[in-house]
């Protein structure tokens, strides 16, 4: 490694502490950079250099955003009955990407994980209730929180938590969580005992 | 994606388009840079915005560097009577970090494929057969050029041209390749034909 120039070798190390890149590919990439046009390294550049004081959470649903509100929560077609609890801003990219949903957003940043001391208090659980009651009482048009945690433990751990906390305001709300059962495409030979059984258990009449 | 702020995006954007890296993949670690300390996203950004116009090719063997000579040539105790002549910058690297060679090298950076329509003059082979002619009027102490192409259908194509054209000067130089064998840490049962064939052809004395 010393026998790189020192801005590549930085730029190799950088790319090495990034998650899933090891040493070979952190080089490798680097080494492609050299091949890319230097207005386009210029403009990424700078991007990365300003990233953290541009980038906010969005005060209603702590999206990312460089303004006050998201995307989301700005766009007017929007269906504002629904709001989709999700752990991370990649799970709500996922939900994007699909084009699957049309509601709005509440991502926590995390999820409740006592091995880890990480409580309610410490992702953003208080400002989704807070958000809840308030839309309630200005007699707003929501109707359902869908829970969009992940299905593990700490996943499982969260959405109960959620939903006990909503259930115990005794709002009018329909509180929902996703589906479980085999994944599209799956092979029942391959499937796992706790999905085949949650398939059985949540059969649909056909 | 358009639910991401700009700069966001960008840089996802600009992560896809690195070599094994897919959009998830590049949502991830753009993600994964917000989490990291703005200094250290600031270096990065001028590392990078830099990197085309501080990066040079070493004047002599073609290795990068940012001055006029790279720090292996730079380097007075690295064994000048070797020349290893490698195809990239990675493949030079690679020989490093093992610590297994303290000679000098020369950067191809490529290997002559005419299905691609690279050629001899594409690739830095005149420089290298330069060099070798001038350090051998010069009375130097260079005794040996080891060819360190990779071994597939290019590679040996560019080794083997390299090898005629020094052969063709009439210089007093030992000229090698590579040993071909099996991998350390090989099983013979999933050892391709090529290799083991090699691996009998070039067996050695107990």
């Known amino acids: 490694m010393s026998t790189l120039p020192t801005n590549l070798k930085h730029i190799a ?30 403009i990424f550049g700078e991007n990365v250099s300003t990233l953290k004081s541009r980038t906010k959470l969005c005060k209603r649903c702590f999206n ?44 926590l940043h995390g999820k409740i994980d006592p091995l880890n001391s990480i409580g309610p208090e410490d992702i ?3 400002q989704l209730l807070d958000r809840v009651k308030e839309l309630q ?27 006990k906390k909503l259930k115990s305001q005794n709002l009018k709300l329909k509180i929902s969580r996703l589906a479980y059962g085999l994944p599209m495409g799956a092979n029942l030979e391959y499937a796992d005992y706790g999905t085949l059984g949650k398939a059985i258990e949540g059969r649909t009449k056909y």
Chains 1, 2 share one sequence.
């Open 13 to 42: 190390l950088f790319f090495e502490r990034l998650p899933g890149i090891g040493e070979k590919t952190a080089n490798r990439l680097a080494m492609y950079l050299l091949r890319m046009p230097e207005s386009e390294l210029k």
């Open 137 to 163: 009482k200005a007699d707003s048009t929501l109707e359902e929180i869908i829970l969009a945690t992940n299905p593990d433990m700490e996943g499982e751990a969260t959405a109960m938590y959620i939903m």
């Open 124 to 126: 953003y659980v208080n």
């Open 64 to 107: 990312l955003t460089e303004k006050e509100l998201c995307s989301i929560c700005e766009d007017n077609r929007r269906d504002t009955s629904k709001i989709t609890v999700v752990e991370t801003v990649l799970d709500l990219l996922s939900f994007e990407v699909g084009n699957i949903y049309n509601g709005t957003y509440h991502v």
